[in-house]
């Protein structure tokens, strides 16, 4: 079970950037500075998800621009 690699929504998300709001989770995705969600709503109600892999990535990305 070393694979598993759960969906996270965007609270966890924005919780690891730093408190930050939802619109600007999505601000970042719009401008390409974090990765898109693995698996976009596909209804209305529906929430984002991103796989637990991409959001380490996504928080490296932007904590190294931050740093730059």
């Keep these: 079970m070393d694979d598993f ?9 924005c919780e690891a950037l730093g ?3 939802r ?5 970042l995705v719009k401008r390409g ?4 969600p693995d698996r976009p709503a596909q209804r209305r109600g ?9 959001v380490l990535r996504g928080l490296e990305q932007y904590a ?3 740093a730059s």
Excluded: V
């Excluded at 529906?46 to 991409?54: G, N, P, Q, V, Y």
């Design 64 to 66: 190294a621009e931050r």
């Design 33 to 36: 500075d974090f990765p898109p």
């Design 46 to 54: 529906e929430a984002d998800l991103w796989r637990k892999s991409t």
């Design 23 to 27: 619109r600007h989770l999505y601000d």
């Design 19 to 21: 408190g930050r709001s």
């Design 5 to 13: 690699d759960p969906f996270l929504r965007w609270g966890p998300i």
